[in-house]
């Protein structure tokens, strides 16, 4: 009857309750045996239930995700343009890390690109000149007491050039190219080879300004630069907006119209390991977006159109989601198939 009933459907709400029921029922039993058990060990009876003080019990918040010690995300990226604001694009060739949390108790969201950074164990990830000059105007040397103003970057052969105006006096237009290297502690160095000031050539940046670098650019008006001696220290972990990475540079190239970094081990001749071109993968830990949490995380974000690289806007990611479609894999991982940011954004001004 009522019992065969629930016995069948023991994993659902309803036979649990039922259980709780009949063990309910042996409680009068069980506390005869402890009281019996107390007495015979001569232990002190038991305090009475009115004069026990009860003991509160703590309860998770629904944002504290409890997780095991240890546990993080795993991301890798293959073939994705992450944009960082509409113009500033980072070029991720591939990219093997971990997805962190910055606030403890609280996972990653994509709600908010303050609430994670992406710890790169090996990339390899291009600028374009243009992306550059906008991140060093927008980001870098954006003060409006700032040194240097009006940056342009370009490529000159193997050599990064580099056009503006030096906020000296009435402002003095200079042109500096110079060769770019990866330092021993993971940042990228401009070394000048050649500067102009005025269209005029200088032997030096000593006999430019008669001063050194370091009293040149004010650091402390600056975002991710430093000086060494001559050259200048580029650190684009403190450079750029969120979402923040972090890792460590082993070395720097220019490449056509990009300036190309690589983080940890070179991996020459890299293979994707799955079978989508181009896709963003997460794995383990928990993750959440919008109104939705995933534990022990299994996703991909996967490019719809994989004949170019996937251009993704993590500010943008609820009209990736909403442009696209899903899929639930049989582990019950979920594959998530998103256009292009540049095939679903809207014209900034009407027509």
Known sequence: GADERFRTDRRS?????WQQLRLLSHLPLFAAVV??????????????AAQQSVQPVAVAQPAEIQEPVGTVTQVEMVNVNLRLDPALIL?????????????KGRPPTFDDK????????????????????????????????????????SAEASELKQTGTLKKGPGIPFEMVGTVSA????????????????????????????LDMAKLINTRNTK??????????????LMLPPPRMRGRITSVRIQGDEIVQTFGKEKRGWTPQMPHSNYMAYRGGVLRFGKLTMTDTDMRLIDADPTDPFDFFPDHYNEHLVAGY??????GGLLVYM???NKIAKPLTPH
């Open 13 to 17: 709400g309803f036979g649990v309750v």
């Open 35 to 48: 009281v019996l058990v107390s007495c015979r060990s001569g232990s002190t009876p038991p305090t009475p």
């Open 91 to 103: 070029r991720i060739r591939y990219l093997k890390g971990q997805f962190l949390p910055t606030r």
């Open 114 to 153: 303050l609430s994670y950074i992406v710890a790169i164990d090996s990339a390899e990830v291009g600028v374009s000149m243009a992306s550059m000059t906008h991140a060093m105007n927008t980001y870098v040397f954006n003060e409006p007491d700032a040194p240097l103003k009006d940056l342009t970057l």
């Open 183 to 210: 330092t021993p502690d993971g940042k990228i160095r401009i070394h000048a080879t050649k500067v102009k000031a005025g269209h005029l050539p200088v032997g030096g940046l000593m006999k430019l300004f008669g």
């Open 224 to 237: 991710g630069i430093t000086v060494d001696d001559n050259d200048l220290i580029l650190d684009p972990t």
């Open 326 to 331: 899903s899929k639930t894999t049989a582990s």
């Open 339 to 341: 256009p292009d940011y």
